[in-house]
């Protein structure tokens, strides 16, 4: 099969770790493991969150007292994507001697004119004191929301259009090629209306969404997304909390998901089942093998024909 694997973000950086390069180093051979078992018998393209790297780099560039201004987040989003891309090829030349392995910084076509612009919704960066964060608005125009640790910035996410990349991802899987890409959702760009010419965008693509489209448009057998819990769950968090093992599109979308948790990847199964007859599946990443085998995860089949 060919199968989209969408690892989260904290396949490199669990909840609570320091952000350092060798906590990061260390995590990687957790996710070589899980995927080196897939990728002896599938074609297999390899998509990442950012969101820990992203934040890292952000409060880095914000406070670098040689910038006049902070690096745009489109620019901030390259950068992970080469760190963490180069992470994945070293450990899995070594777990696959022989394979073709590339890791390439791709580009998330967005829309100007999409309503995500004017209404931002994504945390970014580190928490300020509420004065701070105030003038921070003042003076770079930010926009400032309140989440559960504090004040931060937040920025528009624009739905996916294109993965710029996307022939070449093709032409690579067709070589035997394993490919990483679309990391944290795609570098952010707008296409001018006349020339076509492209321009970073001051926002976070979500990278679900974009594991979604990729696999569509690469004409993918199977959307594995990779999270911290072994399936869905109905009233999580709650005492009637209950594993989905099944599901269709439609099961997903009745269920109401948080849209700063869950929500994303159920949408993101959700799109691709539809829209291509094919499946997906939320789960574990130590549990990958078995979650394409059927003995674990939430499988997500097309909804059945009316009749």
Avoid at 12 to 40: F, Y
Avoid at 110 to 119: E, I, K, M, Q
Avoid at 243 to 254: C, I, N, Q, S
Wanted: with cysteine.
């Amino acid at each position: 099969m060919r199968i989209v694997i969408a690892l989260g973000g904290n396949a490199l950086l669990h909840r609570g770790e320091h952000p350092d390069a060798a906590v990061q180093e260390a995590n990687i051979d957790r996710v070589t493991t899980a995927i080196a078992a897939l990728a002896h018998d599938h074609e297999i393209v390899i998509t990442h969150g950012n969101g820990p790297q992203i934040d890292l780099l952000a409060v880095e560039s914000d406070a670098d007292p040689a910038l006049s201004a902070p690096y745009p987040l489109d620019l901030l989003g390259a950068q992970t994507q080469g760190m963490i891309g180069s992470l994945l090829v070293r450990t899995l030349y070594d777990a696959l001697p022989g394979r073709r392995i590339a890791a390439l910084v791709t580009h998330t076509l967005v829309r100007a004119d999409d309503p995500a612009f004017g209404h931002p919704t994504k945390f970014v960066g580190q928490v300020y004191p509420h004065d701070v964060a105030s003038a921070l608005a003042r003076e770079r125009g930010w926009h400032i929301g309140a989440d559960t640790t504090g004040r931060r910035r937040v920025v528009p996410s624009p739905a996916p259009v294109r993965v710029l990349e996307t022939d070449t991802i093709h032409d690579l899987l067709g070589s035997g090629t394993l490919v990483i890409c679309a990391g944290g959702g795609g570098v952010p760009v707008t296409a001018d209306h006349d020339t076509g010419a492209l321009t970073g965008a001051e926002a976070v693509v979500d990278k679900d969404l974009t594991a979604a489209l990729l696999a569509e448009h690469l004409k993918a057998d199977f959307l594995l997304i990779l999270t911290d819990v072994p399936c869905v769950y109905s009233g999580y968090g709650t005492p009637d909390q209950q594993p989905v093992l099944g599901a269709t599109p439609a099961d997903l979308r009745r269920s109401g998901f948080p849209e700063d948790s869950m929500g994303p990847k159920a949408e993101a199964a959700a799109r691709f089942v539809e829209r291509t007859g094919g499946l997906a599946a939320i789960g574990a990443l130590d549990a990958a093998y078995e979650i394409v085998h059927g003995r674990s995860g939430t499988l997500v089949r097309p909804d059945l024909p009316a009749g």
